[in-house]
T-cell receptor, first 112, second 112 residues
């Protein structure tokens, strides 16, 4: 089944404790992206990647890191999480930026 | 800077009626794409429809159609014959270059 998977789905952590949210897709897509969704703000793009070893900032990259060492994986790293990073995070992939993106199920992160 | 505006925080429609969800956008680029996504209460993001800036005909996908008025910079979603399962959040988004920018969403509620 073609899909985008994210892990974990739910995470509660404390300020400053490094964490990684994994994202994997099995559709051989070149384009992958991370978004955060906050009430009243819609989805905002954090980082995106056009291909392996190619990443670029979206609109809200501060406090996040990404890497794209393999085509299928695009982990989101929070080196020192803060409470303002409490949010619902979505990973998405697509054949390129020109086409619709397929979204993962979301990761609900709470930073206390 | 690119921007998407959805001015209707919430909409109600009776089952079997048609409903229009508004979306206006702002970009100085000539090449862009417009997307609509649905987010049911379960949280996943579901792609509905796409319109390219150079497409002369309005996009349609089943009960969904996109009323694209380029001069007015609007890309309204029309849902015909509403069903109870259409109750969800609906997001309009614009792709410019490799970035995807979302609006704040419209919550649609379909009543019997």
């Amino acid at each position: 089944e073609a899909q985008v998977t994210q892990n974990p789905r739910y995470l509660i952590t404390v300020t400053g404790k490094k964490l990684t949210v994994t994202c994997s897709q099995n559709m051989n897509h070149e384009y992958m992206s991370w978004y955060r969704q906050d009430p009243g703000l819609g989805l905002r793009q954090i980082y995106y990647s056009m291909n392996v070893e190619v990443t670029d900032k979206g609109d809200v990259p501060e406090g996040y890191k990404v890497s794209r060492k393999e085509k299928r994986n695009f982990p989101l790293i929070l080196e020192s999480p803060s409470p303002n990073q409490t949010s619902l995070y979505f990973c998405a992939s697509g054949p390129s930026g020109d086409y619709e993106q397929y979204f993962g199920p979301g990761t609900r992160l709470t930073v206390t | 800077a690119q921007k998407i505006t959805q001015t209707q925080p919430g909409m109600f429609v009776q089952e079997k009626e048609a409903v229009t969800l508004d979306c206006t956008y702002d970009t100085s680029d000539q090449s862009y794409g417009l997307f609509w996504y649905k987010q049911p209460s379960s949280g996943e993001m579901i792609f509905l429809i796409y319109q390219g800036s150079y497409d002369e005909q309005n996009a349609t996908e089943g009960r969904y159609s996109l009323n694209f008025q380029k001069a007015r910079k609007s890309a309204n979603l029309v849902i015909s014959a509403s069903q109870l399962g259409d109750s969800a959040m609906y997001f309009c988004a614009i792709r410019v270059g490799d970035k995807l920018i979302f609006g704040t969403g419209t919550r649609l509620q379909v009543f019997p």
